[in-house]
């Protein structure tokens, strides 16, 4: 996990053991060592991806640390004009989870087209190393507890109720402009200076230090000269950031 995600589970090991227990008693496989030595010779990648969705943590909610949101609402989207923008608005949700993140953006950035506010054409793209998380983003159907954290305003015009009103999913003019696919964060980045605003939140703090190190170099590169970084409210990035500056906690520019 730590070689190739980044991710540093040796200070949860037990918790790791108990996460995985189960599906390794279904397996026949009796230590983590016979795990490790099965995964490696599994071309399928069917054991990894089923260790990935087990040990990384896909807590997520809309509006999650709203202070994000009402600044890129109030400060950034604001200074977006037809002569200093491309045809596009690129978003990059990394470590996007089950897509909350990237609907609350879609749902945010069609609210402020709506109010009267200038946006190119938008692409919002969702990655995570689960499998099942990325699963979960592409269906889009979330229980009815979710819709609480909702802005009363978008339930109105962006939310979808299913069976009964026990779940929901939001309209298509929320749902067709973000795109998922599975992807490892240490991997290849999905474009080069392509993204104008990149959210990659309470990511970081499972990752080794080297791993992040890296990490904040692939984000980097991702980001068009001039757009945005937002992390975690949790992560301080205490590294060589004379590349980034530094906007207000937890935001950066390139």
């Known amino acids: 996990m730590r070689s190739q995600y980044g991710i540093d589970l040796s ?23 016979q795990f490790m030595r099965r995964m490696e010779l599994d071309k399928t990648k069917r054991l990894e991806n089923m260790m990935l969705d087990k040990l990384t943590t896909n807590y997520t909610f809309f509006m999650r640390e709203s202070k994000h949101f009402d600044y890129l609402r109030e400060n950034i989207l604001p200074t977006l004009r ?26 945010l950035l069609h609210d402020y087209t709506r109010q009267g506010g200038f946006l190119p054409f938008l692409e919002i793209t969702g990655t995570d190393a689960s499998e099942a998380a990325v699963k979960g983003a592409k269906e889009a159907v979330y229980p009815m507890r979710e819709l609480a954290d ?18 929901f999913t939001l309209v298509p003019e929320i ?6 696919r599975q992807m490892n964060l240490l991997g290849t980045v999905p474009g080069v200076a392509q993204f104008d605003l990149i959210f990659c939140r309470n990511v970081m703090i499972y990752f080794s230090e080297d791993a992040r190190e890296r990490l904040i170099g692939q984000l980097y590169r991702a980001l068009k ?10 992560e301080l990035l205490a590294w060589n950031s004379a590349q980034f500056q530094y906007i207000c906690p937890a935001v950066y520019r390139k």
Not at 152 to 166: A, C, F, S, T
Not at 225 to 234: E, K, W
């Open 225 to 234: 000269p001039g757009g945005y970084l937002f992390v975690g409210h949790t």
């Open 11 to 33: 200070k949860k090991r037990t918790l790791s053991e108990c996460r995985l227990s189960a599906e390794l008693e279904k397996e026949g496989i009796t230590s983590l060592q």
């Open 82 to 107: 037809p002569d200093n923008t491309g045809p596009f608005y690129r978003v990059w949700s990394a470590g996007c989870s089950t897509g909350e993140e990237c609907y609350t953006l879609s749902m």
């Open 150 to 167: 909702i802005p009363p305003r978008w339930q109105e015009k962006y939310v979808k109720k299913l069976d009964g009103n026990r779940h």
């Open 175 to 180: 749902l067709n402009c973000c795109k998922f």
